[in-house]
């Protein structure tokens, strides 16, 4: 078998190709099949700059030589391929090196911020450029995740959750650079690890170690919640400073059987929650009901949903990332199990732009770049880190850790 | 009729000139008897001719011998038909007939008798005739031409016969021809005999009409006989008395022995049990071959080795050799010895049978699970929690499962976050840690740590804040009792400055302390001091800051101590015996013998049935308290001295920690049925830890939650397998 006929398809008209079928050597591969697009486009059109192109064989990314895919996927070899072509991924490149003193807890950016939890009890922000704009200094312990809430172009409001079971709401004015502590969200009973702002910026859910999780009220208000005695456990005033007014939760999800590591809102009136009970959860964010389970057999460490293929992807703590689909109510269903870490699977983030893509961070240092077409292996394996990872973050334009 | 003349011609001729009369006639009344081949017989009729001879008719019988006198030397001349009977012509014989028919002038008659006539051989004579004369041989000078001649030309060479008696030639007549040659083939010598005329029987099986004998019959047989009515009366008695027995019916079936009948069929018979095949003779290779490849030709230098060498050392006991064709090569000088070893091989063969244990090995190995079938266990190693710079020795986890505390030779205490490896406080104690404990109550945040004599109580506030702030409470609400009371330790509050780091309490014993073990419910703990006194194990309860000595006297240089998880007993164990205290009757409830030479660690199952003890010869004994006092199993996996041993809480898990640096995860399923016995396999062997010192893993410790497993090494690190 030395040659195959295989018809060039893509959905970019800037790189269409003539729709007729070539005759391409078996053991082509990317990078010949590459060259011979960038050839027939460059017959075409004399001012063309050569591209590098990605291929895929229904809807698998091609990474061995073709007839060797092909052989795997059982694809017939007599007939007519049809190979789509998509412009190549180039491989991120670290642009800026942000230097904590310590360890980061946890990352989320916006277009122009980046907001750090870090293990010295601070929160940052930081520009894109790497400056460090302002440290929100206020948790007596760890700040294990910070939220943004709300960004206007005068005051931004961000959300840090501690391991001293308090979630800080503050309100940043970016002008001045100054940030208020608004509300100290008390009613953890361990360390909150995860917290999430729904889409519309008015709640936020958070969990904690004590397995529970709790949905507060993100609006800023000046009035300060009655802190309710509960009745099974004798609680003393906090003699500590008080940083803002003491706020306390709307409503109370308890149904996890350990510790609940990472939370999000799927969707307006949707949680979802990852435990390390081996569970995920979906909740009824208004009832408060829990709506379905999918059970794994190890712990959870980061769950991520993606609203443009609605499939939930979470790290677990046997070095795999599983995709879910969590509309699928018989049982758990993992779609596709992502495997090439070497360790924990701490953190995972779907691309808010691309549909097939989602980033994942490991305790084995190493933030790999996945297509969901490639299963078998990463697009691109990030080793910049020196120590372990532990969050991801996508912005608009690339990848912040 | 002896005169009676007749002419010597033919018979024709003598009937038409000759007159005839009858035998009677001629006064032959008594018959005449002629001599007829050799024998005697009458004459019934005959005609008698003038000539001298007789026409006669012979009689058949030959019974009665003639009367003396009437004999006459008739001969029969020839044989001719009378009508439908044979005559027969007679001639009175005289002297002019043959010689040979006619006895001879002189008899010369032998009279040696029957001897071998060889004795007379030698002599010129060869008997005596009837006159004691001696009867010379004729003289015989024929020579061999004369035999010849005369062979050739007497005609009646064949019939002439010497005579052995006289030595005299005999001729034949045709007669005694004739009867050579009956004889020859068998016949009677008499031409007439029939021998085969019908007989007479005298007897016959024919019922005559007249008896043979005529007698008159007895008396008694027409009387019946008294002997048998004796004879059936006995009978009828012993049929009577059933001495008889009616004849049974013959049973018409054939028996036959089943010689084999005793044999098992499956048995292998003696002979063929005991069969030794005789020993194989080695096949001729290619060195015995007449042209052998150059290869196995010996070279000098071998050639000569091979001559030095004992001949029982030989490899070969020959040396190979080519010649040029099979026609060339010599008869084997050897061989009749070689015969003779192989002979003496036959019988010296050992005709022992060596009883080989037909076993498969599989059937050896106990039918355990697969490992794969008792997920979840630890597998990888997934953190390594680095700070500590000296080997540590002792770890424990919180209740909840989010710290780590780990105590080292470094002199520090840290806390670590499990799920992270952060090491979130270090607590300088400034002393080799030996041992730490953390309170398994999960209301009370304390942990006990054992530094040189003293335990302390350090609170570590870590986890949630109401929680340890309550502990605090509770320490600080204690209030000293009125009187002083002699206890074997001194309990003393912390400095202000050992507050701020967390210390709470200080247990100050007077000698050093090795381990200390927190009761279940969190109150009491036990410390154990490296003593040889009864002072070795104290009872400490936190909430009074009171201490007991539990024991009188002591029992051994006790290893480590254990509460049982729920019910009051107290594990102690020494060097080779575990020993349970029931704590509410202050009574020895068990002694189990740990089959180990150095017991050193212990941990019990949380069911409480079970406890595994480790110990310094790498063994691990796994005891059912329900079952017996001794070992329900050793596991001999470890390499090297086992240093520590674990129970999960909830998963059916146990590890051990090993000096070769590795830690062994076990399946233990501790079955509710009491009848089942636990099923322990070994799952994983878990490496990571550098062996440093000649130490490798010092503790190891299951997450109360996870199936995860935490070893601390000699190499300074702490490593949790997931």
């Known amino acids: 078998m030395a040659q195959l006929t295989a018809r060039f398809r893509t959905e970019n008209r800037r790189y269409a190709v003539e729709d007729v079928p070539f005759s391409v050597p078996a053991a082509s591969e990317t990078t010949d099949l590459s060259r011979l697009i960038n050839k027939l486009l460059a017959a075409a059109d004399a001012d063309h700059k050569y591209v590098e192109f990605d291929f895929l064989i229904n809807g698998q990314f091609l990474r061995m030589p073709l007839v060797t895919h092909m052989e795997t996927e059982n694809i017939s070899t007599e007939e007519v391929v049809e190979i789509e072509y998509v412009e190549k991924y180039m491989a991120p490149q670290p642009e800026e090196c942000i230097f904590h003193d310590d360890w980061i807890s946890s990352v989320q950016a916006t277009e122009e911020w980046i907001l750090t939890g870090c293990y010295d009890q601070t929160a940052r922000i930081w520009s894109l450029e790497g400056k460090s704009i302002m440290t929100v200094a206020g948790h007596t312990e760890v700040v294990k995740d910070v939220a943004w809430v709300k960004q206007d172009s005068l005051s931004c409001l961000l959300l840090s959750a501690s391991m001293d079971q308090t979630i800080l709401l503050w309100e940043w004015n970016v002008e001045k650079n100054k940030v208020k502590a608004l509300h100290c969200c008390r009613g953890h009973a361990g360390s909150v690890d995860s917290v999430a702002v729904d889409c519309t910026g008015t709640k936020f859910c958070s969990g904690s170690w004590d397995k529970m999780l709790k949905i507060w009220s993100a609006v800023p208000t000046d009035e300060e919640d009655e802190m309710e005695e509960a009745a099974n456990r004798p609680r003393k005033k906090q003699k500590t400073e008080q940083l803002g007014l003491t706020r306390t939760p709307l409503a109370t999800l308890s149904g996890h059987t350990e510790a609940v590591s990472s939370v999000l809102w799927s969707d307006a009136e949707e949680i979802c929650s990852a435990s390390w009970d081996h569970t995920i959860k979906l909740w009824d964010a208004e009832t408060g009901d829990l709506k379905s389970t999918l059970t794994g057999n190890k712990v959870f460490n980061s769950v991520s949903y993606s609203p443009l293929c609605r499939r939930l992807a979470s790290g677990s703590t046997d070095r795999h990332i599983r995709l879910w689909d969590p509309r699928s109510k018989d049982g758990s269903l993992v779609l596709l199990s992502l495997t090439s870490h070497t360790g924990w699977v701490t953190s995972v983030k779907w691309s808010p732009t691309h549909e097939h893509q989602l980033i994942s961070g490991s305790l084995d240092n190493i933030v790999k770049l996945w297509d969901t077409r490639s299963c078998k292996a990463p697009l691109y394996d990030l080793a910049a880190h020196e120590d372990k990872v532990l969050c991801v973050d996508w912005t608009e334009a690339g990848v912040r850790i | 009729p002896h005169s009676c003349p007749a002419p010597r011609s033919s018979l024709g001729g003598a009937e038409q000139n000759l007159p005839i009369c009858p035998l009677s006639a001629l006064g032959l009344g008594g018959g005449l008897w002629v001599s007829f081949l ?98 010379y041989k004729p003289i015989r000078n024929k020579d061999e031409l004369d035999m010849f001649l005369e062979k050739m030309e007497n005609p009646d060479y064949w019939r002439t016969v010497q005579d052995k008696m006289t030595g005299a030639d005999i001729k034949l007549t045709d007669e005694q021809v004739d009867l050579v040659h009956r004889l020859q083939r068998g016949q009677f010598g008499d031409v007439h005999f029939d021998p085969y005329e019908p007989a007479v029987d005298f007897f016959t099986h024919e019922v005559m009409i007249h008896p043979v004998t005529n007698r008159p019959a007895d008396k008694r047989s027409f009387i019946p006989s008294l002997i048998e009515k004796e004879k059936v009366s006995k009978l009828v008695h012993a049929i009577k008395m059933g001495w008889i027995k009616p004849r049974k019916p013959k049973d018409d079936t054939p028996t036959y022995y089943d010689l084999w009948a005793h044999e098992d069929p499956n048995s292998i018979l003696g002979r063929h049990k005991m069969h030794v095949p005789a020993p194989k003779m080695k096949l001729p290779g290619h060195e015995e071959s007449y042209n052998p490849p150059p290869e196995y030709l010996l070279s000098e230098e071998e050639k000569l080795a091979w001559e030095q060498q004992e001949p029982a050392e030989r490899k070969l006991n020959f040396v190979p050799q080519q010649f040029r064709c099979l026609r060339a090569v010599p008869a084997y000088s050897r061989f009749i010895h070689e015969r003779f070893e192989r002979c003496l091989d036959l019988y010296l063969c050992p005709r022992q049978r060596k009883m080989r244990v037909n076993v498969d090995p599989e059937d050896l190995i106990p039918k355990l699970p697969k490992p794969r079938d008792l997920q979840p266990f630890p597998t990888t190693q997934a953190l390594v929690y680095r700070g500590h710079t000296s080997l540590v020795r002792c770890l424990s986890i919180s209740p909840s499962g989010q710290w780590l505390v780990s105590g080292s030779d470094d002199c520090t205490v840290r806390f670590w976050e499990v799920c992270t490896a952060r090491c979130m406080k270090t607590l300088p104690v400034g002393g080799v840690v030996k041992s730490v404990a953390w309170n398994p109550n999960p209301t009370i945040c304390l942990v006990a740590i054992c530094v040189e004599q003293s335990v302390l109580l350090v609170n570590p506030c870590l986890g949630d804040k109401l929680l340890y702030g309550a502990t605090d409470q509770v320490l600080e609400s204690y209030v000293p009792p009125e009187e002083e009371r002699v206890q074997p330790v001194q309990w003393v509050t912390a400095t202000p400055e050992e507050h701020s780091k967390g210390i709470r309490l200080v247990v100050q014993h007077s000698k050093a302390v090795k381990q200390v073990t927190w009761h279940g419910k969190g109150d009491y703990f036990a410390s154990v001091v490296a003593d040889n006194s009864n002072m070795q194990v104290l009872i400490h309860q936190t909430s009074k800051r009171w201490s007991q000595n539990p024991f009188r006297k002591s029992k051994g240089l006790v290893q480590c101590v254990l509460f049982h998880p729920i019910r009051p007993y107290f594990f102690v164990a020494t060097q080779r015996y575990v020993r349970v205290y029931n704590l509410l009757k202050q009574e020895l409830t068990k002694k189990l013998m740990s089959n180990c030479k150095w017991v050193s660690s212990m941990a019990i199952h949380p069911g409480g049935d079970n406890i595994i003890c480790g110990s310094y010869d790498s063994k691990l004994a796994w005891f059912d308290l329900d079952l017996s006092t001794r070992p329900y199993q050793l596991l001999r996996h470890h390499k090297k001295a086992l240093r520590s041993v674990a129970f999960h809480k909830h998963y059916p898990l146990f590890a051990s920690g090993s000096d070769d640096g590795t830690v062994i995860v076990c399946h233990g399923m501790v079955y509710n049925d009491l009848l089942q016995n636990p099923l322990l396999v070994p799952v994983k062997v878990l490496k990571g830890h550098a062996i440093t010192l000649d130490l490798g893993v010092l503790d190891v410790l299951f997450h109360p939650t996870q199936p995860w497993v935490f070893s601390s090494g000699a190499d300074g690190t702490i490593r949790l397998y997931t």
């Open chain 2, 38 to 135: 050799g024998g005697v017989q009458q004459l019934t009729a005959g005609v008698c001719f003038a000539a001298g001879w007789v026409w006669g008719i012979l009689a058949t019988s030959r019974r009665q011998s003639p009367c003396p006198g009437t004999l006459s030397a008739f001969q029969c001349l020839q044989i001719g038909k009378w009508g439908d009977r044979r005559v027969h012509q007679f001639e009175k014989m005289s002297p002019a007939l043959p010689s040979h028919l006619v006895p001879p002038l002189q008899d010369i008659r032998n009279t040696v008798g029957n001897i071998p006539m060889e004795w007379y051989q030698d002599f010129p004579h060869i008997g005596y005739n009837l006159d004691g004369k001696k009867i």
